[in-house]
């Protein structure tokens, strides 16, 4: 009944950017959080960066700090992962993902996550 819609990925060169949206839709929440995950071929889904919806406190994985920022635009029930210096490895399928709920702390980890979108690939050429 929740669904996340992604768009944004694209295929670009070393050091450019490239901004991922997600729009969540169908059943709100009251309290919720939302995240970034990616997956390149043979590997495990990785968190990315989280964001709480209601006060915008966000955490991200050490991959990523300097150069990724999460947001959210409360008024178009979107969530952005603006993407900077972007490197070959950054080169992955990226999910966005909502978890319903209240938490102290912000998750990490997939299976935290109740929904996800159907993900969008980012293709970094070197």
């Known amino acids: 009944q929740v669904q996340l819609v992604e768009s944004g990925g694209g295929l670009v060169q070393t050091g450019g950017s490239l901004r991922l949206s997600c729009v969540v839709s169908?059943?709100?929440?009251?309290?919720?959080?939302m995240a970034w995950f990616r997956q390149a071929p043979g590997k495990e889904r990785a968190f990315v960066a989280a964001?709480?919806?209601?006060?915008?406190?966000?955490l991200y994985a050490d991959s990523v700090k300097g150069r990724f920022t999460i947001s959210r635009d409360n008024a178009k029930n979107t969530v952005y992962l603006q993407m900077n210096s972007l490197k070959p490895e950054d080169t992955a399928l990226y999910y966005c993902?909502?978890?319903?709920?209240?938490?102290?702390?912000?998750?990490?980890?997939?299976?935290?996550?109740?929904?996800w979108g159907q993900g969008t690939q980012v293709t970094v050429s070197s």
């Open positions: 964001i709480a919806w209601s006060d915008g406190n966000t």
């Open positions: 169908g059943r709100t929440y009251s309290s919720y959080s």
């Open positions: 993902a909502l978890k319903s709920g209240i938490s102290f702390f912000l998750r990490i980890r997939d299976d935290d996550y109740n929904y």
